[in-house]
């Protein structure tokens, strides 16, 4: 079982920037994240592969704006998120899968294990 913590979010002024660390207990293949706004399904953010040269892929609404790190050794991302927009706001949540199964882990039923979540509060 890989425990997965989610760590940052908070409140913050329209247009400005806050990081979201996630951190696996165990060696995992995917890493991605994930948001649910209130009264609205959880959406896809960004999906990361934890290798050396591994792709990324972020939702064309977070484009430009977000960005990702990857520390392979702690299994760690972190998710540095800039320009932040009201509709941004969301409970984020991290997702880790631990093996390579050849999806593009773009969706919930791609990820095996989940964080609590973290609250993001964009004021405008």
């Known amino acids: 079982q890989v425990q997965v913590v989610e760590s940052g979010g908070g409140l913050v002024q329209a247009g400005g920037s806050l990081r979201l660390s996630c951190t696996a207990s165990?060696?995992?293949?995917?890493m991605g994240w994930f948001r649910q706004a209130p009264e609205k399904e959880r959406e896809f953010v960004v999906a990361t592969i934890m290798y050396s040269g591994g792709r990324t892929a972020f939702a064309d609404s977070v484009k430009g704006r977000f960005t990702i790190s990857r520390d392979y050794a702690k299994n760690t991302v972190v998710l540095q998120m800039n320009s932040l927009k009201p509709e941004d706001t969301a409970v984020y949540y991290c997702?880790?899968?631990?093996?390579?199964?050849?999806?593009?882990?773009?969706?919930?039923?791609?990820?095996?294990?989940w964080g609590q979540g973290t609250q993001v509060t964009v004021s405008s």
């Open positions: 997702a880790a899968y631990p093996f390579y199964s050849g999806s593009s882990y773009t969706g919930e039923n791609e990820y095996r294990y």
């Open positions: 165990g060696r995992t293949y995917a």
